[in-house]
C-alpha cells in the first residue's frame, strides 16, 4: 500500500489531507482517504475507506510526554470493524523504523479480539 499527502498542513492551517489504498493483496487494494488536524500535542483523523463495505475511520495519535514513544487509537465503522488501541516505539539505530504493538476489539463481537506486533518503516520521496 500507499498513500499521497494531497494537502499538507501549515501553521496558518493546521489540516492536512491524504489518499491512497492498502492492503493490497492479489492486486486490489483498498482505497482511503483521510484528513487530518494537528492540535498542541496531539492528531486527529477522519476519513472514508473502501475494503468489503464503506467505513467510517477515526482516529487520533500524540506523543508520550518525556518520551520518543507515542500512543494511537483508531476506530473502524461496520460489521467486522475494529477499534484499535497502539504503542509505537521508533528503533533509533534506523531512522524510518518502528515497531507497534496493538490490540482491537471487533465491532462484531463473534470476530474476536485480536492483537498483533508489527515492524513499520516509513519515509518521503
Known sequence: ??????????????CALSAGSCNMAFGKGQPFI????????????AGYWRTDQNRLIL????????????AMA???????????????????AIDGLSVMTMAGIPNTRADGYQHAVAFTFGFKF
Open 1 to 14: 500500500g500507499g498513500k499521497v499527502a494531497l494537502v499538507q498542513a501549515t501553521k496558518k492551517c493546521p
Open 34 to 45: 483521510v484528513g487530518r488536524f494537528d492540535g498542541s500535542g496531539y492528531r486527529l483523523h
Open 59 to 70: 482516529g487520533f495519535d500524540a506523543p508520550i510526554s518525556g518520551t520518543p514513544y507515542s
Open 74 to 92: 483508531d476506530f473502524q465503522s461496520g460489521e467486522h470493524g475494529y477499534t484499535w488501541a497502539a504503542l509505537n516505539f521508533p528503533i533509533k
